[in-house]
């Protein structure tokens, strides 16, 4: 059964230092999605990739987040520095975008981050 | 105004009730809808998508409005294992890359 995993399950640091989340998507899968979900905001998107490339981190704050994919089986998501307000549930979500609009995405358990 | 928009609830229902939740999107350019739930501290998972025909999968029934932009999940014979958060997900594709906007969600309780 594929899954899309992620690591690590729980973080907690302080404030100024760099968070660093990871995720492995499924294998075969071409997309890849960070989201961000709080209670007040629920699920946003933050980046995504189509065949490692980046194809929209506009809802990526700029100035310390920054999402990667160096290969296929590797997507990163790092926060320099951290903030207290980055405290939230961070999913990765991959799928297979075959052009179909019923593509279906896969999350992963989420890394649950706490910014002291 | 928010791109989709629940209610948060909580429902709160007896077992074997039937429960309908609605959703509504702005964006009339929306070209695919579904129904995601999430358990406590859990990730979202695809529940079924949502086709204007209307669609059924055993006790859950998806209907779409694109006239009036809304979009219905009827629950039947709820079950204490229903009880979960229900997103409303829309999807736009434009650009050539597809967009999934996420409702806040609904809660559902189902008690016995």
């Known amino acids: 059964d594929a899954r899309v995993t992620q690591t690590p399950r729980h973080k ?7 968070v660093t989340m990871r995720c492995q998507p499924i294998l075969g899968h071409n997309t890849v999605f960070w989201y961000r979900q709080t209670m007040m905001q629920g699920l946003e998107l933050l980046a995504y990739f189509r065949n ?12 310390r987040f920054s999402a ?15 903030e207290p307000r980055d405290s939230a549930v961070y999913f990765c979500a991959s799928g297979l975008d075959a052009g179909f609009l019923t593509d279906t995405q896969y999350f992963g358990p989420g890394t649950r981050l706490t910014v002291l | 105004r928010k791109e989709v928009e629940q209610d948060p609830g909580p429902f709160n229902v007896p077992e074997g009730a039937t429960v309908a939740f609605n959703c509504t999107y702005s964006n009339s350019a929306s070209q695919s809808f579904f129904w995601y739930r999430q358990d406590c501290r859990k990730e979202p998972k695809l ?19 694109r006239a009036s932009q809304y979009i219905s999940l009827l629950i039947r014979d709820s079950k204490l294992s229903d009880s979960a958060t229900y997103l409303c997900v829309v999807n736009l594709r434009n650009t050539g890359f597809q967009k999934l906007v996420f409702g806040t969600g609904t809660r559902l309780l189902v008690s016995p």
Do not use: H
């Open chain 1, 12 to 18: 907690v640091t302080e404030m100024g230092q760099e």
């Open chain 1, 52 to 63: 490692r490339a980046p194809l929209d981190d506009s809802g990526m704050p700029k100035d």
């Open chain 1, 68 to 82: 990667e994919m160096p290969d296929a089986t590797l997507a990163t998501l790092k926060i320099q520095p951290s």
């Open chain 2, 47 to 65: 529940l079924m998508s949502v086709y204007s025909s209307g669609n059924e999968d055993g006790r859950f029934t998806a209907q779409l409005n």
